[in-house]
């Protein structure tokens, strides 16, 4: 008889760091097995729109300090 595994796991709000990181991981190892897969269509689109903007000069940039001050800004918890 196989030996089936169940595993609970929380709302992602309520996970711990490991267990965030272990998710991550998993899910990582998960797109690496997968990487024949073609991406997504909306994926290519977004690509595309990027590499045109560069290609025409109209792209837009920031600097890596302010984009880390943006993310924190965002994901900060009241």
């Given at each position: 008889m196989p030996l089936v595994t169940f595993k609970t796991i929380p709302p992602i709000g309520e996970m711990t760091s490991d267990q965030l990181a272990d998710l991550l991981d998993a899910v990582q190892i998960e797109r690496f097995r997968r990487r024949n897969?073609?991406?997504?269509?909306?994926?290519?689109?977004?690509?595309?729109?990027?590499?045109?903007?560069?290609?025409?000069?109209?792209?837009?940039?920031?600097?890596?300090?302010?984009?880390?001050?943006?993310?924190?800004?965002?994901?900060r918890r009241p």
């Open positions: 897969d073609p991406p997504p269509e909306w994926h290519l689109k977004i690509l595309k729109e990027r590499e045109n903007s560069i290609a025409n000069g109209s792209a837009d940039s920031i600097d890596i300090s302010e984009l880390k001050d943006s993310i924190e800004r965002r994901t």
